[in-house]
């Protein structure tokens, strides 16, 4: 079994494989410094909660948008698992291209959310994830990474409303019945989540219309991503575990069978 390291803006999800089936996944906050005492206790309570036993994994692969948190995060797996995990960078092979101006400017999570979607869809596909920040990623019939779009997820969007106008509340994070909202916290979900939906379908049409591939696979990943799935024609599949798989394909492409440290 190997296990798959996502460390994202909020959370580090974490996915173990056997062979290509999940047998596991867990989350555990990003932003909470931790030493690797900490984090290789985390890993080995959560392996033991879902009935993994730490002795049979026998690699992990990380893929990181959050730098400042990798000496420990490393160091952990090395200490606890006794691997020396593959980290996801320049040079690794993922099976895309990047074509843009300036490809070290690429989030590695993206590159993986791209090459999931690639291999299990195939191309051209527009990958969506709902994440911290909602990203848009175009990938071509070839493999070749085109173009991408960012813009702020809902979470930064609500917690932007919350925090910078004194009598907004904080809100769970949902599609009201009726966007004709008639007090404060429906009117703001109605704003969040519609406004979402209507970005959703804008950006994706017009990326589609602008690259004029022919016609484009649309696949959506990240936690929110479900709600806006459920409430647009746009997105073809929805897929919450997308950048685990994406990174359990990417491992079977640098032909190591074991990262244990001998």
């Not at 206790?41 to 990798?70: F, G, R, W, Y």
Request: aromatic share 4%; proline share 4%; net charge negative.
């Amino acid at each position: 079994m190997i296990i798959t390291v996502d460390v994202g803006n909020t959370n580090i999800t974490v996915g173990v494989f056997d062979g290509d089936e999940v047998a596991a996944t867990f989350r555990i906050t990003t932003k909470m410094p931790r030493t690797s005492d900490e984090y290789g206790m985390l890993l080995i309570n959560l392996l033991e909660q879902n009935k993994i036993n730490h002795e049979e994994i026998v690699d992990v692969i990380i893929a990181s948008v959050v730098p400042n948190v990798m000496h420990s995060l490393e160091g952990a797996v090395v200490k606890y698992l006794g691997i020396r995990p593959i980290v996801i960078g320049p040079g690794t092979k993922t099976g895309i291209r990047v074509v843009t101006e300036n490809p070290r400017q690429i989030g590695t999570d993206r590159i993986v959310d791209a090459a999931a979607a690639y291999e299990l869809y195939g191309g051209p596909v527009l990958v969506l994830d709902f994440g911290t920040a909602t990203t848009y990623d175009l990938v071509d019939k070839d493999g070749a990474f085109l173009s991408g779009v960012t813009a702020p997820g809902i979470r930064i969007s609500a917690k932007a409303l919350s925090e910078d106008a004194a009598k907004l509340p904080e809100i769970e994070i949902r599609k009201p019945e009726s966007i004709l909202a008639k007090e404060t916290i429906s009117s703001m979900q109605a704003g969040l989540v519609y406004g979402q939906i209507g970005q959703t379908e804008y950006i994706v049409r017009h990326m589609i219309e602008e690259a004029d591939l022919g016609e484009v696979k649309v696949v959506a990943t990240g936690g929110l991503g479900r709600i806006i799935a459920n409430e647009t024609s746009v997105i073809d599949v929805y897929d919450p575990t997308l950048t685990l798989k994406g990174m359990n394909l990417i491992y079977k492409k640098q032909n190591r069978k074991s990262g244990k440290i001998k």
